[in-house]
Every structure is written in C-alpha cells, then in structure tokens.
C-alpha cells in the first residue's frame, strides 16, 4: 500500500514495510497531542462515524478520542439493536446513506468479513476496527509499534525475536492479524501455546511457514516461555463460542501471575495482552500481581492505539503533512505526561 489518501483500512494484507513505518513516523509525530503538550485542530469540522455494532470500550473510545485530539467531531451507533440492521437493511444500503454524513467511518462487526461488504457501499474510507474472528489492522498496528518501542528499550530488534502467542489462538482475532504483520521481518520465532480445540488457523500457519519462520506448537505453558522476548496472552473469546458451556471449558486453563513469570520467562520478557483481560476467579488469564511489573506494557499497548489511530486518519484524510500547521498551546492542567 503506497496511497492512504482516501484508501479503506481493511486488512493487515494491504501493507508493506514501507506503509507500516510510514504509520509509525506519524503516530510518533502525535505523542505531543495524546500527552495534551500541544493540541492540533487539523480535523476541525470534519466528521467521524463511530459504528460499533458489537461490544466494545477501548477500542470505540480510542477512535473516537483519537479523531477528538485532531480537532474533529463523532457520531455514534453502538449495539446492532439501535440501527437499521436489526430491520434487515444491507451492509451496502447502510454505508451509501451513513457515509454521506461521515467523513470517515471506524466499524466493528461480529461477522467476519462484514467491514469489507460495508466499504463497498461507502463513499468515505473505512477502517476496520474488528470483523468477527478474522481481523483487527489497528490493533495489530499498536501491538506491532508497541513490541518495536519496548524491544528497542532494550537494543532488541522485532527481526530474530521470539514471540509467545498464548491462549485462544482460534478465535482471537488479534494474533491473526499480528502474525501476518510479522511476516514481513526476518528470523521470527513463534511459540503457540493453546488447547488443541483453540489453535491458531492453519492459514494463519501456513504465512508464518511460508514466510520462512520457526513455529513450535504446544498445549502446555510452562517450559515453552524460556526464550520468549514477547509474551502475548489473549482471553478466551467466549461471545464467538457456540455456548457458554464449551466456552467454559477452557477458561483459565492458561494463566500468568508473578509466580508463574519467573519461574518460566526471561527477565526481560515484555508482557502483552490486547484487552480486555478476564479478571474474574475462573478465568484471570493475566493477573492482578503483575500490575506494577516494568515488563507488563499493556497500559503501553493502550497508550500507543490513540496514537496509531490518529495517524491513520492523519493518513487517510491526507492531512499527515499538516499536523504543526494547525497546532495550539493547551491553556488546561495536564497531569498525562508524568504517567
């Protein structure tokens, strides 16, 4: 992809090198605004519809504080009961009417592939803020920037690094997304640990191999993070399971806690999770005793989703160039850049 510009957002397919770093260099070029040190109006009058029509809190809040930061106004339609759909309007008929009062749409559907059937019919870019079990771009996006920044903190590099993905590998849709990203570097290890019932997709599998990469396949957990740079939890996606019975049967069967992270990781082994994790008793796939433990960054994480999602509608609206054009001094108190 060489032309964001009025491009739809789709997938993790449409990128290269060259794209994701472009991503980078302006989602870099936002910290000053998401730290509140500066703001920019660059999007002042421009309209962003926020269509969420699966549950949702950070991802929903991110993209509409993210286009907020750059100075443009939010629209929103949250839960398929409160639309159309629910009346069995198309996909196609709901983009050609709500894009005509968008500038740009942000969209979560619970069927895979329904934000592309969506783009067809819209008239403004869309970008995929998740589809079902298949994809999620911008989380992969933040997740990829934010093991590049935690790596470089310690003079790694994201090629010849070992990654542990780890937990319901079927239906997150985020490690689908991040593995195809990762594709693209040289000499990565990937270790995946899950029940057999729950493993990563064989057309998953099959880019890691192509591209040239080492995978071990496991269902146990301890003995298989020694070598990890990069533990990735995920929760058991218990919405996209038949019942809530099946699902039940693997929640909290992987579980990370202080205890458990020494004994089996590196010391310097950063620690991710997508959010949100499942801190009740029966499942607590990542624990409450690592909350102060340098190496958890999903804070981070969280923190670098506003800043990969206002540089993709810096991108996309083809602003990019703008940004310190459009800058004003913030006249309130700010705590953010002490955190």
Not at 41 to 46: F, I, K
Request: charged share 20%.
């Amino acid at each position: 992809m060489t032309q964001f510009q009025g491009s739809h957002i789709l997938s993790v397919n449409q990128l290269n090198l060259d794209a994701v770093q472009n991503i980078f260099d302006v989602a870099t070029r936002m910290t000053p605004y998401a730290l509140r040190q500066k703001r920019t109006t660059v999007l002042d009058g421009a309209v962003l519809g926020n269509l969420f029509f699966e549950p949702s809190t950070r991802t929903r809040i991110s993209f509409g504080c993210a286009f907020n930061l750059l100075g443009g106004k939010v629209n929103e339609t949250v839960g398929m009961a409160s639309s159309s759909l629910s009346k069995g309007e198309s996909l196609y008929d709901t983009a050609r009417v709500l894009s005509s009062y968008s500038d740009v749409i942000a969209m979560r559907h619970p069927e895979a592939f329904s934000v592309k059937e969506f783009a067809e019919g819209s008239r403004v870019p869309v970008i995929n803020g998740g589809d079902g079990s298949n994809e999620h771009p911008t989380q992969a996006l933040l997740d990829l920037f934010t093991i590049q920044k935690e790596l470089a903190s310690g003079g790694r590099d994201i090629s010849g690094m070992h990654i542990a993905m780890v937990g319901d590998l079927k239906f997150g849709r985020t490690v689908h997304s991040l593995s195809r990203l990762l594709c693209m570097y040289k000499d990565v290890s990937f270790t995946l640990v899950s029940p057999k019932e729950l493993a990563m997709p064989d057309y998953v599998i099959n880019d890691i191999e192509n591209a040239g990469h080492k995978i071990t396949i496991t269902d146990q957990l301890e003995g298989n993070l020694d070598r990890a740079d990069i533990l990735y939890l995920t929760r058991i996606q218990e919405e996209r399971f038949p019942s809530q019975d099946e699902a039940n049967k693997y929640r909290g069967k992987f579980r990370l806690n202080q205890s458990i992270y020494t004994k089996n990781c590196k010391s310097n082994t950063v620690i991710m999770h997508p959010l949100p994790r499942d801190s009740r008793e029966q499942a607590n796939e990542l624990d409450n005793d690592l909350n102060n433990h340098p190496n958890l960054a999903i804070f981070r994480q969280a923190d670098n989703g506003l800043l990969i999602r206002m540089a993709l509608f810096a991108l996309t609206l083809g602003v990019d160039s703008q940004l310190e054009q459009y800058e004003r001094p913030v006249n309130w108190y700010s705590r953010k850049a002490e955190f």
